[in-house]
């Protein structure tokens, strides 16, 4: 079976440009969540969605937003980058309803120059 | 912040001999998860622990948590090569969550 699939694998933006991270789920999993990697940290939560509908949001700022499509795929946008949001971001899903245990996709390289 | 903390930050062990990774927290862990990275890769899950006490095991990886659920180790019995990577711990704190909040990890490297 398919793992957590992330794209692009890699990307180069410019300060201040936007940018759109993709992210589809193990077959069956509903719920999605995003976190932000810098270099030699944690990851950082950012935001959960399940079913659709936002479950929870890290202390991130506006810029950063999510949506969750019908087929359980979710999109990850950040508006107006700063040479900060430049990490590894990483996507990852379960398959929710009490059952927690993320599996994380490959994740996205973003260096923002 | 990281409200994980884990020791050490980074280990170098000969191949074939023990070793051990500690993560700790100042609050109570609703569920405690052990994750492998490759340097600069996605995280593979290796354990989840919610009981305290709980113990469990995976081909030679052993992790435990602890009966006052503030603390976890993880346990490598006769390290090889391919357990090289960086360990990451990340715990729910809110009992039920998928918001986890992860240590900094503990980078191994195994020498044959």
């Known amino acids: 079976d398919a793992g957590v699939t992330q794209s692009p694998t890699h990307l180069i933006k410019t300060r201040g440009q936007h940018v759109t991270l993709r992210c589809s789920p193990i077959?069956?999993?509903?719920?999605v969540s995003w976190y932000q990697q810098v270099l030699g940290q944690g990851p950082q939560f950012i935001f959960q969605?399940?079913?659709?509908?936002?479950?929870g949001r890290g202390n991130f700022p506006d810029r950063f937003s999510a949506r969750q499509f019908p087929n359980y795929s979710s999109e990850l946008n950040v508006n107006a980058l700063l040479l900060g949001d430049s990490a590894l971001y990483l996507c990852?899903?379960?398959?929710?309803?009490?059952?927690?245990?993320?599996?994380f996709g490959p994740g996205t390289r973003l260096t923002v120059l | 912040s990281q409200e994980l903390e884990q020791s050490p930050q980074s280990l170098i062990v000969q191949e074939g001999k023990n070793l051990t990774i500690n993560c700790t927290s100042s609050?109570?862990?609703?569920?405690l998860y052990w994750y492998k990275q490759k340097y600069g890769e996605g995280l593979i899950f290796l354990m989840m622990l919610q009981k305290g006490g709980e113990e469990k095991s995976h081909e030679k990886i052993t992790a435990k948590l602890d009966e006052k659920k503030q603390q976890s180790s993880l346990h490598i019995t006769a390290s090889q090569p391919s357990h090289a990577g960086i360990y990451l711990c990340?715990?729910?704190?809110?009992?039920?969550?998928?918001?986890?909040?992860f240590g900094k990890g503990t980078k191994l490297t195994v020498n044959p």
């Open positions: 969605y399940y079913e659709k509908e936002e479950r």
């Open positions: 990852a899903s379960s398959i929710g309803q009490g059952i927690n245990t993320q599996y």
């Open positions: 077959s069956g999993h509903k719920s």
């Open positions: 990340g715990a729910d704190r809110e009992g039920g969550s998928e918001k986890l909040v």
């Open positions: 609050k109570t862990l609703y569920g």
